[in-house]
């Protein structure tokens, strides 16, 4: 049934495919800039990704203002005040975030400072607090799981409390998308695996979470066949180009969808796993998906009974009884976290993952102050997340 009212936004450009890196000085003069600041980090560095953009980017009139490579996991908002000085030292006027999601939303962060002339990023969390344009970005994402480089949302840790700042405004949508298959065929197994399922986790909520509507659906269920179809090649074959590209551009789309439809109670807790345990985002996803999709059996069995076809495939769908549908769709997405585990070592549980018992309350209050949870179909009380927290434990 379609909503009574939706809205769907979604104006990046998106380029995909061979060289699309050498698109980037047409696209930055498109936008009037010519001096960008790099925003990167060291693992991309260290997989020589840089100098492939610097040569895509050379005997171009644009100039590279300055190369800011010190983003860690998660980002922080001392790293984008220092970014954010780096872009006004040099006199930047544009950015290019060449990296995983910490990478392009710390370019974010450092757009929303430069843009709104702060020296106070804390200001603007939360939903559309940005008043000024913000300077042209182009996003090169370097992994395939967060879909950062389509979406309005920003998430920066904050360090002190241990729990991860939300920004959303469109206005933090980046100008291009550019997915080259050079930048994601060094990223190692295990991240592929945790990344994409990240993607997944967005496509399963934006399709069931409260504000879905056709066209996030549509986008879902087309990353959701993509992973199915392309994650195991791109896991133990990473120089496989099709599959990498397969999950660029799942990634991609699951970004359009949750960004548009939002996402739930797996990014709630998600979340606040990563703020106070310091795990990396696409491994606490992984591992609470299945027990949270439980938890939202009651309202959402119908969505998930569906989601069994680009899941498992048409085969299995049409073998499973309909009204067993939601719960093999769950079942599946347990078989593929094993699958990971034993191709990649990627952990199942919070505690192998390195999360402390003692923690689990801390993350259990962390996760009801998360925006996510606000879309999530069914109510969610403190006892009831430390309940999954235990499970996933
Ligand atoms: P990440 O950016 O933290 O990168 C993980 C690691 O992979 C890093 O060590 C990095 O150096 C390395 N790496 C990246 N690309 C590589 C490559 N091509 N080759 C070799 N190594 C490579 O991980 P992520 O999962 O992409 O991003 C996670 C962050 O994104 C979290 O902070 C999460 O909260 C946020 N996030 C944002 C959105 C959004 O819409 N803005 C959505 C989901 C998640």
């Not at 990704?49 to 996991?73: C, F, H, M, Q, R």
């Not at 975030?97 to 757009?111: E, F, I, M, Q, R």
Request: glycine share 8%.
């Amino acid at each position: 049934m379609l909503p009574a009212y939706f809205q769907f936004y979604n104006p990046v450009k998106i380029l995909s495919g061979k060289k699309a890196l050498e698109n980037i000085p047409h696209e930055l003069e498109l936008l009037n800039a010519s001096r960008p600041l790099i925003v990167t980090d060291k693992g991309v560095v260290q997989a020589d990704l840089i100098n492939i953009v610097k040569e895509a980017l050379g005997g171009s009139n644009l100039t590279i203002g300055a190369v800011y490579d010190k983003t860690p996991p998660d980002s922080s908002s001392t790293v984008v005040s220092e970014a954010a000085a780096i872009f006004r030292e040099a006199n930047c006027d544009s950015l290019i975030a060449v990296g995983g999601g910490s990478v392009l939303d710390t370019a974010k962060g450092v757009n929303i400072v430069v843009s709104e002339n702060t020296t106070d990023l804390m200001k603007f969390i939360g939903a559309d607090r940005l008043t000024k344009p913000m300077r042209p970005m182009i996003a090169v994402p370097t992994t395939a799981g967060t879909g950062s480089e389509v979406t309005l949302v920003a998430v920066i840790a904050n360090e002190e409390k241990r729990f991860k700042m939300l920004f959303t405004s469109y206005l933090l949508l980046p100008k291009v998308a550019v997915l080259d298959p050079r930048m994601t065929l060094t990223v190692p197994p295990r991240i592929t695996a945790s990344t994409a399922m990240d993607a997944l986790t967005h496509a399963v909520e934006a399709y069931s979470c409260l504000q879905k509507n056709p066209l996030s659906d549509a986008y879902a269920w087309a990353a959701i066949d993509l992973v199915r179809r392309y994650l195991v090649t791109a896991v133990t074959d990473g120089k496989n180009e099709e599959a990498r590209m397969a999950l660029a551009n799942a990634a991609l789309m699951a970004g359009c969808a949750f960004s548009n439809s939002m996402v739930g109670l797996i990014h709630a807790i998600g979340h606040a796993v990563g703020g106070v345990s310091r795990i990396a985002h696409g491994l606490a996803m992984a591992i609470l998906m299945p027990w949270c999709m439980e938890y939202n059996m009651g309202r959402c069995a119908p969505y998930y009974g569906e989601l069994l076809f680009p899941i498992a495939g048409p085969d299995e769908f049409l073998r499973t009884a309909p009204g067993k549908r939601a719960d093999r769709c769950v079942e599946v997405i347990r078989e593929m976290n094993l699958q990971l585990n034993r191709l990649t070592g990627m952990p199942v549980t919070l505690k192998e993952s390195g999360v402390k018992r003692e923690s689990l309350p801390d993350i259990a209050r962390t996760a009801l102050g998360d925006g996510a949870l606000t879309f999530n179909p069914e109510d969610a009380d403190y006892n009831e997340i430390m309940g999954i927290l235990k499970k996933a434990y």
